[in-house]
Each structure stands twice: as C-alpha cells, then as structure tokens.
C-alpha cells in the first residue's frame, strides 16, 4: 500500500485530536468546575416539624369520681374517751367529714417535645419515627366541675384543696385501669402515620 501523504496524516491527527479534546477533556473539566447536587439531610428539618404538634394528645377519658376525707378532732376524741368512762350513750362524733363529687376528664398522648435526633430515621422515601412514651399528660377538674355532697364541720380552703387532688388522683386510676395509655399509644402512631405521609413519605414506620 502507498504511504499516505504526511500532509494528509497531518490532517488526520489534527481531526482526531480535536475530536478528543472536544468530546473527553473539555466535558471532563468541565465535570472538575460544574457543581454537585446539594444533598441536603432532612431530619432536623422533620424533628423541627414534628416538635411544632406540641403534645399530641389522641385520647380522652371523661369520668365522674368520689372523694371524701374524715378528719379526727379533738372534740371528737374527748367524747369517745368521755363515752367509755362513763357508759353514756354515745354521743354525736365531732369528725369533720367532707364529700365531693367531681366531674372531669383526663387527657392522655405523646409529648413531641421529648423526640431527639436519634427518633428519627429518614432514607429517601422512607421513615422511621420512634414516638415518646405515651403518658397521662393532664387531668382536668374546674372548680365548677365539684359538687358537695356531704360537708360536716369547718374546712379551710387547703384542706378543700387536699380534697380535689384526692378526686384528681382517682380519676387518673381510674383512667389507667380503662387501659387510656394503650389506646392512646394506637391512636398516637395512626396520626403520625398520616402526617408523615401527607409530607411526602410513602414508606411509614411508627414505633
């Protein structure tokens, strides 16, 4: 075969070098300068959004409780020591007895609050939240909301007090026993289920 001419080979180093420093090293510089896509983490962001809910209260017991209180006087204890001795028909006690009749509701659900980073796990359309510990977060008696039933003797303002916290107590058992906290802990991950797929997520995991 002929030699092809230097000035045709010339030619045809230029082309294909062009070709290259066009097609391979230009992009590829250009690759060096261009900027990356920000990938941005989005689970502060979501535990920001989530601890702005506050507490997430998903269950309410309304309920109706008893409290009474007896307290012994000196009165009273002169008249039975008085009773003994002498064999007398026993006299009308002077206790105090007061009786109260309250009517409220207990307030149970999760406080957002309390989430950390480590209660949330996001990997692209997947979530996982770990919710705090439901618990009784209030329990609600006005003032309107007693009645007196029975009020023998005369009662300061804080034993009355001591009275009402007894009704409020009762009516927190009282809530526990109706298994609130089991029901408000199904509701709790039923609501965030829902929240967070409204965001965005179409993979949800609630513990």
């Known amino acids: 075969m002929r030699k092809l001419p230097r ?16 097609n391979v090293v230009v992009p590829s510089m250009r690759n060096i300068f261009k900027s990356k896509p920000v990938v941005i983490d989005e689970t502060p962001i979501l535990i920001k959004e989530i601890k702005s809910i506050g507490q997430l209260i998903t269950y309410t017991s309304f309920d109706e409780v008893v409290a009474d209180t007896t307290i012994k006087t000196k009165g009273s204890a002169f008249v039975n020591n008085f009773n003994r001795i002498t064999r007398l028909p026993i006299l009308p006690s002077a206790d105090k007895e007061l009786v109260l009749i309250g009517r409220g509701k ?102």
Do not use: C
Request: charged letters at 25%; aromatic letters at 10%; a neutral charge.
């Open 7 to 22: 000035p045709l080979i010339a030619l045809l180093v230029i082309v294909v070098a062009y070709w290259l420093f066009t």
């Open 106 to 207: 207990v307030l149970a659900g999760s406080d957002l609050s309390l989430l950390t980073d480590s209660s949330v796990s996001i990997t692209k359309d997947t979530v996982r939240v770990y919710l705090p510990k439901v618990q009784i977060l209030d329990a609600i008696l006005n003032p309107s909301d007693f009645e007196t039933f029975v009020e023998k003797g005369e009662w300061t303002n804080e034993e009355v007090i001591l009275v009402k916290a007894k009704a409020r107590r009762k009516m927190i058992d009282h809530a526990i026993q109706q298994n609130i906290l089991p029901k408000a802990d199904a509701k709790a991950k039923v609501i965030m289920e829902d929240f967070l797929r409204n965001m965005g997520y179409k993979h949800v995991y609630v513990f």
